[in-house]
């Protein structure tokens, strides 16, 4: 709630444009009445004496002529009021709302899996839809699944690539619709296995397959399915983030042994407490796993009762009294079995080997040098353990059956129904389940205690000492327990690796020479493990943990009362004791998590990129993963130049930010500017003249202390000078505050229309910034939904939303203003013109109530059909072209040239609809009425013929509407005059309507009229379809071929726009030998580096490297080449240090495969200058 801001007023760009337009209408009603006034002091001067009709007041005074014109100023007001539309505003809200209808009755809008729908909680914005410039989007939920599935780990160094949970999900099987149960793998021969559930899916005939883009049935049909058939389908997930997808985990084959051993070493523990923190492999996994189940906010419900805390039974007395013997008799059976269960397990190294191109080989003797413990005075009163077992524990234990018949009273006991983990993000759910795999259990949790079962089934409840909780400040979450085995007090720590990493230990104070080297190994085979998971795409963890003193803790945790309980300054001082107790941390490991994109992503945003929209991504995710996803999703393309800039320091960044603009420049040639912005001028986005070869698309991509030194060095404009020639944008590791920052930024010194798309809550402040706000119901609540103008359930369907609908909406609504402008302006100047006739009395020559029906029924209808149901272009069309979006971005429907053009028209036809019936009945003996009911009459047949010719799309409603609003007119005319006698005394229009019927002049003068008053808007209406040479016009030629013609021509259209590349995929045919290697512009300083020094460019060294597996050849660079990097080029720009060439070395051979969601490897070189 914290990232809500309250709701901000939004209105639209036509609404803002058509206030400004009400300003205009309001000076010409100011100018005609202004006319009228001067006019009418003019003509009674022209008087010798007063005329007979200008009666003086009691005491036989005249007005004065000032006076006398004032009056009549007041007089016009009230006469040509309705100059001023304010019937439009109430036609715009009826419009929009016949425009929601359509959009919620939208069956492509429609997600069967959720069954929901689109959401219009805005109606005043619809047609901003259709002008969005600017797409500000988050990654983890609204470009990608949400859905987080645990795919690989690292445990002190050692990698585990999990290869077989990989197959299983990378095989496309369609799963059967009734949720069929696949057989369970009993991949852990472990005695306790009473959660064996849904852990994994190996079933006896080998790994079960899953869909990779509909990986797992949503969980309102599972309820839907469960209520209608009458069965409960365990299959089917009741609570959120435990999807099969996300539940089900497929163990490594070594570090199962990892597990073993760890199992063991606890059971150790409950007779031996170690002397000091050891660096073995097998404590570390226990720990590992233990700070996986730990370190989160789980909680523990049941598929039968939902949101019900489950916690461990109380033992009965009985059992209480037979546990030393059930102990005792689990440690002399223990051994056997478990060296039964893993005999026939072979250890092979699935790690990094493969993924790098070499194999790193684990022996025996690094595995096991710290695996013993060291004894000391221990006793085990003070810890919790609880040993229980449910039915079935001990299958494969060994062929003794008396175990089992000691076991099965308690196993019986004990036995309930499947656990369900509620989490509060998807991360923390796949981190469970992942643990769950390996039979590290989350049994329940309470305030103060949280129960994990372990791999031999027994229960360890840790005390729950202090939770902190992960903010966007600190990216990390601790929990500090006590150990019921050791009773020490045990820091768990998780979070980002950027942050963990720098909070680790010093090896230096280690003061065994082997321990540091050791500890410097680790970290540095981590970081390579970490690099190698966000190049691939993944989310990283870091683990970590602490062991903290009784003394320290206590110190510490009064400090931590006294911050909490302080008035003055809480968060800053609960900040301060979070960071005394998260450092000096020790390094167990780290996580890889892989969260799928969304079916059509790719394909919507390359739709975007072609309609003209810019995308930026903003995510709080590492900078290599997010930069995957990006070249996944298409947001940036093999054939792109792609700048990474990543400083702390203010003036490198200003530094770098002119050395890229002066390398873009260069890129782009001269080029015109468009306009200022605060100073400088924006570039034009044609490509210069001069260039034979094609200029490379550049993108461009940044961190949050990037962003930090921007905004506190005072250099946006500078970096929205460099956006402009961007095509994308990527921002990762932004803070909510640095999403709604630059949301502003864009929003208001480019003055553009900006749109944000996001699915949690640190997304509402970026969805309330923008122009438009779409949230999308995912996994993460409905925070962003709840502050959201839009609401939709997939990334794909803003595809359709603003190329479709978005689209009408704007056309629609911006062609009905610019009508209403025009009817309005055309039926008040009939009015203004008969004053030059009347002495400028204020008399109208049409009946008060004509007037007043004329808005009110004559001319309202057509407008609100022509705003709600017209199509300029076909559905079909708008898809196939993106390009046609343009014209919205552009408002070329509707801006100040359109509006004068209507204006100019609106007086051009009220001049033919006067003077022609008068010259017709000039010199004649005709009354007032029966002289302005002809006018009356070829006014309304004018204004009905222009709506007509203004409609694209031609319906049983179209036409109804029309000729029931003519025909309306004659209907209510010949009534209202038959019966009318009395009614406009002394002149009143008694049967003028009956007369003027039996006028054979009468029809001439309709007939004549309308033509004469269109004929030039026809004439111009002609050409333009002619000769035009609009993409709008040529798509609506278009949509009149065949449609065998029709899909021709739009394959011909996109060949013309897109002669050369795909999207997505690298061309080497342009250029032989191997494909050029995308580069990335990277400036990593750190703080206290020094601004970048550019003298020269005969002083810049670009030294190549491109690793591949196991070598690595030098690629210089000469100085021409500087000017002339070929399409697809990163480069990296690093003035303190070199990128570590190891950590681009994968996918070399990769780099002419086109991406997929299965895989994001892509080729790389790094080049520092």
């Known amino acids: 709630m914290l990232n809500n801001s309250g709701p901000r ?155 077989e949970n990989a197959k299983r999900l990378e095989t496309p099987k369609e799963l059967d619709s009734d949720g069929e149960e696949w057989t369970q793998y009993q991949c852990l021969s472990f005695p306790a296995r009473r ?37 409960c389908e365990i299959s089917q997930p009741p609570v959120a983030f435990s999807s099969s997808i996300e539940k089900d985990v497929t163990p ?133 353990r609880s040993s229980t077992w449910e039915q079935g524990d001990v299958l494969g234990a060994g062929p003794g059956a008396s175990l089992e018949e000691v076991l099965q009273a308690p196993a019986l006991s004990l036995a309930g129904p499947e656990v ?31 129960t994990v079962r372990l791999p031999q089934g027994t229960c360890l409840t840790f005390d729950v000492l202090c939770t902190l909780e992960f903010d966007s400040v600190r990216k990390r979450m601790s929990v500090v327990v006590r150990h019921p085995l050791t009773g020490e007090i045990v820091v768990y720590t998780k979070g980002a690796d950027c942050v963990i990493m720098d909070l680790l230990e ?141 400083t702390e320091s203010q003036e490198t960044c200003e530094s770098i930010l002119n050395l890229v603009l002066e390398e873009v420049k260069q890129f782009h040639g001269p080029q015109k500017p468009d306009h200022k912005l605060s100073g400088f001028r924006l570039p034009s986005a044609t490509p210069p003249p001069t260039s034979g070869a094609a200029v490379p698309e550049v993108g461009l991509v940044i961190d949050g202390k990037t962003l930090n030194a921007i905004f506190q060095g005072k250099l946006e404009e500078k970096f929205l000078e460099l956006t402009q020639y961007c095509r994308s944008v990527l921002c990762c590791r932004c803070t909510p505050l640095q ?56 990334f794909r369907h803003l595809k359709k939303l603003l190329l479709v609908h978005g689209h009408w909406c704007y056309s629609r609504l911006a062609r009905m203003v610019v009508y209403y402008f025009y009817k309005n302006v055309g039926y008040v100047n009939l009015l203004f013109w008969y004053q030059f006739f009347c002495g400028f009395s204020g008399s109208t020559m049409i009946d008060y109530w004509q007037l007043i029906f004329f808005n009110l029924f004559f001319t309202s209808l057509p407008p609100l059909v022509f705003g709600v149901l017209d199509k300029d272009i076909s559905m079909e069309t708008l898809l196939a072209l993106p390009e046609l979006y343009k014209s919205g971005q552009n408002s070329e429907c509707y801006n100040l040239l359109t509006f004068w053009i209507s204006m100019a028209d609106a007086f051009y036809q009220s001049l033919v609809c006067f003077f022609i019936p008068y010259l017709t009945y000039k010199d004649s003996d005709i009354d007032v009425f029966t002289f302005g009911t002809p006018i009356n009459t070829v006014s309304l047949a004018t204004i009905l013929l222009h709506q007509a010719m203004e409609m694209k799309t031609w319906t049983i409603i179209h036409g109804l509407v029309l000729a029931g609003s003519f025909l309306m007119y004659f209907v209510v005319s010949l009534v209202y005059n038959a019966t009318c006698v009395i009614c406009n005394s002394p002149i009143n229009p008694y049967r003028v309507m009956e007369g003027q019927l039996s006028d054979p002049t009468f029809y001439l003068v309709c007939f004549l009229t309308p033509v004469v008053a269109l004929l030039p808007r026809y004439f111009f209406l002609a050409l333009q379809g002619t000769y035009g040479k609009s993409p709008i016009l040529k798509a609506q030629k278009i949509d009149k071929l065949p449609m065998d013609k029709r899909e021709l021509e739009i394959q011909s259209w996109r060949s013309r726009q897109r002669p ?67 399409s697809g080029e990163h480069l990296l720009l690093e003035p303190s240090r070199m990128t570590a060439s190891g950590a681009y070395s994968s996918g070399q051979t990769n780099s002419n495969r086109p991406f997929s969601q299965g895989s994001h490897r892509r080729s790389q070189s790094s080049l520092t200058i």
Not at 206 to 211: A, I, K
Not at 769 to 794: C, K, L, N, P, T
């Open 195 to 231: 959660d064996q559930g849904p852990a994994t899916v190996r079933g006896q005939g080998g790994s079960q397959p899953l869909r990779r883009s509909q990986s797992a049935r949503a969980r309102i049909q599972g309820h839907l399915r469960q209520r209608s058939t009458g069965r």
């Open 739 to 794: 999403k709604s920052s630059l949301v502003k930024l864009v929003r208001d010194r480019l003055r553009v229309m900006t749109l944000s798309i996001g699915d949690g809550a640190n997304d509402v402040s970026m969805i309330q910034a923008a122009d438009v706000g779409i949230g999308i119901s995912g996994q993460e609540g409905m925070q962003a939904v709840m502050s959201s103008d839009f609401a939709i359930s997939r």
């Open 420 to 450: 369900c983990y509620e989490a509060e993000s998807p991360d923390e759910a796949a981190l469970v389940h992942a643990a769950r795999a390996y039979s590290f259990t989350l049994v329940s949790r309470t305030p103060r205690q949280v």
């Open 506 to 646: 010093d090896p230096a104070c280690a003061t065994d020479t082997d321990v540091e080297k050791k500890v410097r190994k680790i970290r540095a085979q981590t970081q390579r493990h970490l690099d190698l998971y966000a190049r691939d795409g993944l989310r990283t963890l870091c683990i970590a943990k602490k062991i903290l003193s009784e003394e320290d803790f206590q110190r510490w945790a009064s400090f931590r009362r006294e911050a909490e309980a302080s008035l003055n300054n809480r968060d800053e001082l609960l900040m301060e004791t979070a960071q005394h107790l998260e450092n000096q941390l020790t390094l167990l490991g780290a996580t890889g998590i892989e969260d799928r994109l969304q079916e059509g992503v790719p394909d919507t945003v390359a739709a975007l990129r072609e309609a003209g929209i810019r995308l930026w991504v903003l995510t709080g995710d590492k900078q290599e993963t997010a930069v995957n996803i990006s070249y996944a999703c298409r947001l940036l393309d093999q054939t792109d130049t792609v700048y990474s800039i990543n």
């Open 9 to 163: 007023y939004k209105r639209s760009k036509i609404e803002r444009r058509m206030n400004t337009d009400i300003f205009f209408c309001i000076g010409i009603l100011f100018l005609m009445c202004l006319t009228g006034a001067v006019g009418h002091s003019l003509w009674n001067g022209t008087f010798a004496e007063h005329p007979p009709f200008d009666v003086p007041d009691a005491e036989g005074h005249f007005l004065p002529l000032a006076l006398g014109g004032f009056y009549m100023f007041l007089t016009m007001i009230i006469l040509l009021q309705i100059l001023i539309p304010i019937s439009l505003y109430v036609s715009i809200e009826l419009v929009k709302l016949g425009q929601v209808f359509f959009l919620h009755n939208d069956l492509d809008l429609y997600d069967e899996e959720t069954h929901l729908s689109i959401q219009c909680r805005a109606l005043n914005i619809t047609e901003d839809l259709g002008q969005i410039q600017y797409i500000f989007s988050d990654k983890t939920g609204t470009l990608t699944e949400n859905k987080m599935v645990f795919r690989r780990c690292t445990i002190m160094g050692h990698e585990y690539s999990h290869q």
């Open 1060 to 1126: 050369a590349t795909v999207p997505g995929e690298a061309q080497p045919t342009h250029r032989p030998g191997p494909p050029a290697p995308e580069q990335s512009f990277r400036a990593s300083t750190p703080k206290s580096s020094s601004p970048v020094e550019c003298k020269s460019k005969e002083d810049w060294v670009l030294p190549g490297e491109r690793c591949s597996g196991d070598h690595i050849r030098d690629d210089p660079f000469s100085r021409d080449s500087w000017a002339q990097f070929s």
């Open 252 to 384: 490594d084959k070594n570090l199962l042994t990892k597990v073993r051993d760890a199992a063991l070493w606890l059971e150790t523990l409950s007779d031996s407490r170690p002397a000091k923190p050891s660096l073995s492999t097998t404590s570390s996994t226990a720990d590992f796993f233990l700070a996986l189940t730990i370190c989160n906010s789980v909680t523990v419900s049941t598929t039968a009762e939902p949101r019900q805390r489950v916690t461990v039974p109380p033992l009965t007395k009985a059992l209480v009294t037979s546990l030393e013997k059930i102990q005792q008799l689990f440690h002399r059976l223990k051994l056997s079995s478990l060296s039964q269960s893993f005999s026939t397990t072979a250890p092979s190294d699935m790690g990094l080997g493969e993924s790098l191109g070499a194999n790193m080989p684990t022996t025996d003797s690094e595995e096991r040098d710290d695996t013993s413990v060291s004894s000391g005075g221990y006793s085990t009163d003070g810890g919790s």
